[in-house]
């Protein structure tokens, strides 16, 4: 059964940093694609980074420059590292698997992110 499981989200004051992980497991890892997602107050959930089996895929414009995508495949886990955050980068970020540009599994519980001004 797959599993993934978001951590490192926190309060954070506009400008700082943080590094979320997701942990994957019931899948062969790095057979996959995986992204990271976020859903903001009264917003759709929205696509902001991805990467391939072998390096980073895309980013979402609104990001570009300030997120950064990794993988650490022996770990089955995926990285976001957020700088310069923004108090609209405030959301709840899921990961998941990216297959034909759609999520391939069911949503973990995500994790919050919110960026004070």
């Known amino acids: 059964q797959v599993r993934l499981v978001e951590s490192g989200g926190d309060l954070v004051q506009a400008g700082g940093s943080l590094r979320l992980s997701c942990v994957a497991t019931?899948?062969?890892?790095?057979?996959?694609?995986f992204a990271w997602f976020r859903q903001g107050p009264g917003k759709q959930r929205e696509l902001v980074a991805s990467i391939g089996r072998i390096g980073p895929l895309t980013y979402a414009d609104s990001v570009k420059g300030r997120f950064t995508i990794s993988r650490e495949n022996a770990k089955n886990t995926v990285y976001l590292q957020l700088n310069s955050l923004k108090p609209e980068d405030t959301a709840v970020y899921y990961c998941n698997s990216l297959l034909l540009g759609r999520p391939g599994f069911s949503w973990g519980q995500g994790t919050q992110v919110t960026v004070s001004s």
């Open positions: 019931g899948i062969t890892f790095n057979t996959y694609a």
